[in-house]
Each structure stands twice: as C-alpha cells, then as structure tokens.
C-alpha cells in the first residue's frame, strides 16, 4: 500500500514516505511531550517504523469505516501512545488540532492508549494483554470469512506478562495465521535492561518453541516489516515478528538510556532533539 492520504505522494516517489514520515512523526512525539510535561520518550521512540508499517498494511478505509472486517491493530504497550497518535494523525484517524492537545487537561488523548479515542480498538497500558484481546478478533474474523488481519504490538519487557504467553498457545492452537504480533525489540524496560528483570534468553526459539512462525528485523526499517509482514499469508500458524529497535530511536540523548523512560525534556533538551531528527 502506498502513503496514507496521498500526503507525500504529490511531491515524492512511491518510496520517500518511508524516509519523511518517521521524520515528521518524531517531531510531532517531541512536539507534544514537550508541550504536556509528558515522558515514555524512549517508548515512543523505538515503535515509529513498526507503528506506520502496521498501518501502512492495513486498509485505512476499512478502519475508518469501522467495517466488521476491518484490520485490527492493537498496541499492547500502552504506554507508547504519543507515537500510536502521532502515526494515526499521519493516516488520518486523528486530527492536527486534536494531536496537539495531547496529555492536556481534558483531552481525550491521554498518556497511555485509550479505546476512547476514535479508531483505537482497545485500552491499553497494563501490560500483558494485547495479545489476549488480539486472539479474540482473529478468531472473529475467521468466523466471519474475513481476510484481515490481526496486527498487536508488544515490547520486549512486556512479554514478560504470562498472559502474553498463555494468548500465544491458543493461537497456535487455533491456527490463527491472521494474527501478527510485533515485538519491540529495544532491550530496555522501565528501569534497567530487560535481560536483568527476566533473562528470556533469545527470543526467536522461545517463540519458535511456542509453535508461531518467527522473523527477525530491523525495526527501524519499514520497508523490512512490511516485506516480513507480506509473508504471513502463506502460513498456517500466527507469525512474531520480532523487531530489533533502539529506546529513544533518533533522539541522541535518550538513545539506548533507560531514564528517558520516564523523564521529561526541558527547553534546551526539546530543542536539541528537534534539531537533530533526519
Ligand atoms: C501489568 C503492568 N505491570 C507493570 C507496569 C509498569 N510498566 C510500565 S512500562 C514498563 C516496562 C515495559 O517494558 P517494555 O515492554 O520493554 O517497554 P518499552 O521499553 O518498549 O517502553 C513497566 C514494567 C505496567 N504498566 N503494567
């Protein structure tokens, strides 16, 4: 699928989205955390390439339209809603003005992701459930016919939840080959690297020994997730994909550094993070 809304397609080949619009949605995550007070910076971050390939893959239309058959998709990580409503704004599920009130008293738009908000299909933010939820429509859609898919966004600390895990066997069981779980693949949790909460050891066999069909990416390459996600049509069983990200991705400071998990930028930091974003 091409860019969303012909946005960049009046002035650039088919492929130069994929280089200007991580650009523009970094400024706009930076534009509004900044303006809010607001942190998960990191968290953002790392999911701008998996978050815009995932709607890329989808059919917009049938989204807006809120088609039974539509594509789901669903981030686990709640936390990283700055980047899921700065990507939505790009494909046009959220207005500018209504992006910019992000985190403000009385916006919709708060600091983690909300079904209220128009398009989003489940609240998130307690970790460990999307996957669960995201069964659950993949078994609809089979029931319905429908060749859409199921597509859940998960970080790498998150899938230290059992109920990832517990979510995952019934899809296999299940054979639901419509439902793509992308793991964030940062190796940062909230506070300190995510091997020294829980040691998962390499996460392609754990999941491959959990019976889903594993590729691994760059997670800053949206041409690579998507060519990943094409192949899952051919499969019988659910697909990880398991994307290897940066916390912080594109923001010099905050690269590869647990504290920008929580902390909030000052006017020299936005500054500075907004002159370096290319
Ligand atoms: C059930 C639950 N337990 C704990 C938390 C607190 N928490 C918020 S973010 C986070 C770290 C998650 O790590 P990861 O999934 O790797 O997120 P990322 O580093 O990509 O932001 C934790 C433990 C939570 N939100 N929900």
């Known amino acids: 699928m091409g860019p969303p809304n012909g946005m960049y397609s009046m002035r650039m080949n088919a492929n ?17 955390l900044y303006k809010s007070n607001a942190s998960h910076l990191g968290s953002s971050m790392s999911t701008v390439e998996m978050l815009y390939a995932m709607y890329c893959v989808s059919d917009i239309d049938k989204i807006k339209n809120k088609s039974a058959d ?12 700055a980047a899921t409503y700065s990507v939505m704004k790009e494909f046009g599920l959220i207005s ?3 992006l910019e009130t992000y985190h403000q ?8 992701v909300s079904h209220f908000v128009d398009f989003v299909e489940h609240s998130t933010g307690a970790l460990g459930h999307g996957v669960s939820v995201a069964v659950g429509h993949a078994i609809y859609l089979k029931m319905i016919k ?3 898919r199921v597509l859940v966004l998960c970080g790498d600390g998150e899938i230290q939840e059992g109920s990832i895990w517990e979510a995952l066997m019934l899809a296999v069981t299940k054979n639901l080959n419509n439902l793509i779980i992308l793991i964030d693949n940062n190796k940062i949790s909230s506070i300190t690297k995510t091997e020294d909460v829980i040691n998962t050891g390499k996460l392609s066999e754990r999941f491959n020994g959990f ?3 594993v590729e691994e990416v760059d ?5 690579a997730i998507k060519n990943a996600i094409s192949k899952s049509k051919n499969l019988t069983q659910p697909m990880v994909l398991i994307c290897n990200t940066v916390k912080g991705k594109g923001v010099s400071f905050a690269e590869n550094e647990a504290i920008w998990h929580y902390k909030s930028m000052n006017s020299d930091l936005f500054s500075e993070a907004i002159k370096g974003l290319k």
């Open 16 to 32: 130069t989205h994929l280089i200007e619009a991580p650009i523009q949605i970094r400024s706009d995550i930076l534009n509004i």
């Open 70 to 81: 539509r594509d789901r998709i669903i981030v686990s990580k709640g936390h990283a809603a």
């Open 96 to 98: 500018k003005s209504t």
């Open 105 to 112: 008293r009385g916006s919709l738009l708060q600091g983690h």
């Open 146 to 148: 429908s060749k859409s």
């Open 211 to 213: 019976g889903a069909f």
């Open 219 to 223: 997670g800053h390459s949206i041409f």
